[in-house]
């Protein structure tokens, strides 16, 4: 009897074994991340992220395994966490992956609020006629923004007066990413008088991401073009398939031109941008949430050879490359040029240390001093850009460094103040679901 009950008791110990440790590795293997990231302060979320109630949470681990982004939930003491807040970029796929209900996505954390404009069911502000679709308005998914995009023209075309006066725009559609590019087809397919403007180029948000980077999106329905069947698939793929659409629709996007400021009118708005100036009916923003990229405000920053972001590392082989910045995105791409053949690279950031970075990010830059790849400088600020060079000050020292290329990762400026001065309703969400 002894014997068969150890016989069949055994497998069941092992397992039960097996299980605990396994628990035991996540839950140690995620308390390293979340304690790496509270040394470096890296703890607040940047947009919408999950907020998990541990009294619904059985930690089961579904939420961290359908993360497209990976490690941003782990499991700590047997429920889930978010343990790299600055990697979540509100895909919600934990949210729909709990079976337990035990994720909310909200804005913002008791620390740090978020300004989110108050958009109506049907996109449109407090100030009629302008509307809000996409990441401005919370939504950064790429589904969700195509889908807001398609829906809020649709509302749109049928806002009283569009389509009654010959002389103004039935439309001006600011933004060609996501939001942006699907509400220019569906004014072209509601045949809406219509002009879009984007000051940088087609994807708006998505243009920027690194090489190879996998966007999670679920289908989709596109103006004119139908369902965009895509599940999982990476930057480039998803930037072919957008400019193949623009080509085929013929759909007008007026690219670098940037909007500076939208007056109402009677029946309308007055818009001007950066080339131009419209009468429109109604006004609807797809734009981004990070805004214009933060300037440094010296002689020689409007040459070509200063960027605000870095697309392909490569390009710069061979090059004197100064990278302006301390966060995350300014030692990665140092890192990555640092790495290309024949380049030399200055790092510049105007704190003594890189304290909001990750570890990781921090060793690699240390990696490429240490291997003489880089110059950092810190306590210093950018004076003046010239073709040939760069003059930093650093603390009272002038150093003139020969250039070729500079990349500002200064950050944004972010579209509020915009919002406000034209009159939107903007509320600060503290991470209240």
């Not at 302008?130 to 919370?138: C, D, N, Q, Y």
């Amino acid at each position: 009897m002894n014997a068969t009950l150890v016989l069949y008791a055994l497998p069941l110990i092992i397992i039960l074994f097996w299980y605990g440790r396994r628990r035991q590795v996540r839950h140690d293997q995620s308390l390293g991340v979340l304690e790496e990231n509270r040394r470096a302060g890296l703890t607040e979320p940047a947009s919408l992220h999950p907020v998990i109630d541990p009294a619904l949470c059985m930690g089961c681990g579904s939420c961290a395994s359908a993360c497209p982004e990976g490690n941003v939930l782990g499991l700590v003491d047997g429920k889930a966490m978010l343990i790299n807040a600055t990697h979540c970029i509100g895909h919600g796929a934990c949210k729909e992956a709990c079976p337990f209900d035990a994720i909310s996505l909200v804005f913002g954390t008791e620390k740090r609020g978020v300004d989110i404009p108050v958009v109506n069911p049907n996109f449109e502000t407090n100030m009629p006629g302008i509307f809000i679709a996409g990441e401005l308005g919370g939504m950064g998914l790429i589904r969700n923004a195509v889908e807001q995009g398609r829906q809020a023209i649709g509302c749109i075309a049928a806002h009283e007066g569009v389509g009654k006066n010959t002389d103004w725009l039935d439309v001006l559609i600011v933004g060609a990413g996501p939001a942006g590019f699907s509400a220019s087809l569906g004014a072209m397919e509601h045949k809406l008088r219509a002009v879009t403007v984007e000051q940088e180029a087609l994807g708006g948000t998505v243009s920027h991401f690194p090489r190879g980077k996998l966007v999670m999106t679920a289908p989709a329905k596109l103006p004119l073009v139908g369902k965009m069947s895509f599940t999982e698939t990476t930057k480039e793929t998803l930037m072919a398939f957008w400019e193949k659409v623009e080509q085929q629709t013929g759909v007008k996007i007026n690219y670098q031109e940037r909007l500076d400021e939208i007056s109402p009118e009677a029946d309308g708005y007055r818009v001007k941008t950066s080339k131009s100036e419209y009468r429109t009916r109604t006004v609807l923003l797809a734009i981004g949430r990070r805004g214009t990229p933060r300037k440094l405000g010296v002689d020689g920053e409007s040459l070509p050879k200063v960027v605000y972001r870095l697309i392909d590392a490569e390009q710069y082989q061979g090059q004197n490359v100064l990278v302006v910045g301390g966060g995350d995105s300014a030692l990665e791409a140092a890192a990555s040029i640092a790495e290309q053949p024949g380049t030399t690279v200055a790092l510049s950031y105007r704190s003594a240390a890189f304290s909001r970075a990750k570890e990781k990010n921090r060793k690699r830059i240390e990696e490429a001093e240490a291997a003489g790849r880089m110059q950092v400088i810190f306590n210093s600020n950018v004076v003046s850009i010239t073709e040939t060079h760069v003059t930093i000050d650093q603390e009272g020292k002038t150093l003139e460094l020969p250039n070729d290329a500079i990349i500002v990762s200064a950050g944004g400026i972010l579209p509020t103040p915009f919002l406000k001065k034209t009159g939107i309703e903007v509320d600060t969400h503290h991470g209240a679901a």
